[in-house]
């Protein structure tokens, strides 16, 4: 992902290409690249979105969380492989509940959550449905639960002006 190499196991979705186009999106959002940041990438999952846009803006602070503390220990580990662990925190929580206790807001939030119809379940390719984590998967009924949510608390967390980039489909 990105040009780096991440740890993956059970616990976290397997990265792919077109979740680059969260970090794409930022860098062009925010391109001086030494800028002071605040950015949150919430459903962190192994890391990818957080470690990527951190290597790529040095000045950022970036807040990952999810709500699996078995991801955020392969999260972790990945901020640490690529020498960003000390501008990454890491939160546990339920979408935007793991940054509660950031008190600044926040330039951006990234985010890609869960999005996939639950019924979609068995059309899944048995790569994904068999060894991904269906927490990190399944949106609910209309494959939008969490994205509703999302939305609707964004803008508490954001300084005005500042961005929610997400990744969803149908």
């Known amino acids: 992902f990105w040009g780096l190499k991440f740890e993956v196991n059970p616990d976290v979705l397997i990265p792919r290409p077109a979740t680059e186009l969260i970090v794409e999106a930022l860098l062009e959002l925010f391109p001086n690249r030494d800028a002071p ?5 919430v459903c962190t999952g192994c890391g990818c979105v957080a470690v990527a846009v951190a290597h790529e803006r040095p000045g950022a602070t970036v807040v990952a969380s ?9 999260a972790r580990r990945n901020a640490d492989r690529h020498g960003v662990g000390r501008r990454v925190s890491f939160r546990t929580g339920d979408l935007l509940q793991g940054l509660d206790s950031v008190e600044r807001p926040f330039d951006a939030i990234l985010a890609n959550p869960p999005y996939v119809v639950d019924r979609a379940g068995p059309a899944l390719q048995p790569e994904v449905r068999d060894f991904e984590p269906a927490l990190a998967l399944f949106g609910g009924s209309d494959g ?3 994205i509703t949510r999302l939305v609707s608390e964004a803008p508490r967390k954001l300084r005005p002006g500042g961005y929610l980039v997400f990744e969803f489909g149908l």
């Open 37 to 41: 940041l605040t950015i949150a990438d």
């Open 144 to 146: 939008l639960e969490l």
């Open 66 to 74: 999810d709500i699996s503390p078995e991801a955020l220990e392969v």
